[in-house]
């Protein structure tokens, strides 16, 4: 996982504190957003699981604290409902301004609920998680209705939330009372995955039922089994990640990205010098790789560069020749490590390019049985190419 930190800020001019988990050696195939829970962070180890499982599948992950929340700027008292929604949606734009538009929206308790009234907003959102979460915006406010009775607007109290001390105001009260979130998932008319705890003991799972009976199918229904409600359990969220990341295929485009076929051509590398910085896709007829540079000369590090590909093919061709011959002479090599590094040196007064391989055998093979690889080593087709002087013609592709 792979996270870059940066500030978004919202229509009311606040920086929300934000985090995006990239997936690790590839450009990200699509975009999810994560709403937290009520009075938690984007950076709850929960949150960080499931960003990990996603990045598995190419989804980078979006995950931010609400206004008011963690390093976010703001007031407690300006993290009513209706804010958690309007941040989502402002991330959202950022991403499709800055990034690449979300397909993915995902919430965790009270965020679920934030995140299916975005998702009825958002035309870009395809499919809709949600964990723990309440059919009612109105149970979470019965954390601390009984402490606000009488609070009206422009005016302010101190409350306990989970055992935590937080300020609330008149207004902060009301903003849980502006949706009626059944009508919402009735209308949402998207695929949405319903995941609970039967033992939840914050948000009871009679929640998951309501969220699902009211939901249009496609509709699924996950069971966290013995989670507790913030999943601290490294399992628990693991798990939780994995079937999102399963689930989701059938709903947002994960599909590889479309590069030009090699046609008449042996291979092809694509670069979008608009979209992509260095990350370059290579294409065989039947096979895919991505180039890239690493991150000190300005790169995204989400592939081999140019030289390590070099370095690979002549890895590659050394451990493929050694197993014809050793299969041909019946010898016990069981497996062969072929280790390059790749440098310029300067010999007979010239700069050159000189490529150093190390053999590791495994196998029952005696000192002469070795020597003998590694003179066969050298024999191979990328070897002989890289040795010899090559000719290189370059054309301008008609058309």
């Given amino acids: ?48 699981n499931i960003s990990q499982a996603l990045n598995k599948k190419g989804i980078a992950v979006v995950r931010f604290d609400f206004t008011g929340l963690g390093k976010s700027e703001g007031e407690f008292t300006e993290s009513h409902f209706e804010a958690n929604v309007e941040d989502l949606l402002d991330v959202n734009q950022f991403l499709i301004e800055n990034y690449q538009t979300p397909q993915l929206i995902i919430g965790h308790s009270l965020g679920g609920s934030a995140a299916i009234v975005a998702a009825s907003k958002l035309d870009n959102i395809k499919a809709v998680v949600t964990i723990g979460s309440p059919a009612d915006i109105q149970h979470t406010a019965r954390h601390f209705a009984s402490q606000a009775e009488d609070l009206k607007i422009g005016e302010h109290t101190d409350v306990i939330i989970a055992g935590r001390k937080f300020t609330i105001s008149g207004e902060f009260v009301e903003g849980f009372k502006k949706h009626k979130l059944s009508e919402t998932i009735k209308s949402l008319r998207k695929p949405i995955l319903v995941m609970h705890a039967p033992f939840d003991e914050i948000v009871g799972i009679k929640n998951a039922h309501e969220i699902y009976h009211n939901a249009l199918h496609p509709k699924s229904f996950v069971s966290l089994d013995s989670a507790d409600h913030l999943l601290t359990k490294k399992e628990d969220s693991l798990y939780a990640g994995e079937m999102i990341a399963s689930w989701s295929t059938r709903y947002i485009d994960l599909k590889a990205f479309e590069t030009p076929n090699p046609d ?16 370059t896709s290579i294409n065989t007829k039947n096979h895919g790789i991505i180039a890239d540079e690493p991150k000190k000369v300005g790169g995204n590090d989400f592939g081999m560069a140019p030289f390590e590909l070099v370095s690979a093919g002549l890895a590659a061709c050394t451990v493929m020749t050694l197993k014809l011959y050793a299969q041909r002479k019946g010898w016990d ?9 790749h440098s310029k040196e300067v010999i007979d007064g010239e700069k050159k390019d000189v490529f150093s391989k190390t053999l590791d055998f495994v196998g029952d093979l005696d000192e002469k049985q070795k020597e003998r690889l590694r003179q066969i080593a050298g024999k191979c087709p990328v070897h002989k190419t890289l040795q010899q002087s090559s000719e290189i013609k370059t054309e301008i592709k008609n058309g």
């Fill in 333 to 341: 090599l069981n497996e062969v490590y072929t280790y390059v590094n």
């Fill in 1 to 48: 996982m792979n996270t870059e930190k940066i500030q978004i800020v919202n229509r009311n001019g606040i920086k929300l504190n934000t985090s995006i988990d990239f997936p690790n050696h590839q450009k990200p195939k699509q975009f999810a957003l994560f709403a937290h829970c009520f009075t938690c962070t984007s950076q709850l180890n929960a949150v960080r």
């Fill in 264 to 279: 008449t051509h042996q291979l092809v590398a694509h670069l979008n010098l608009v979209e992509d910085n260095f990350t």
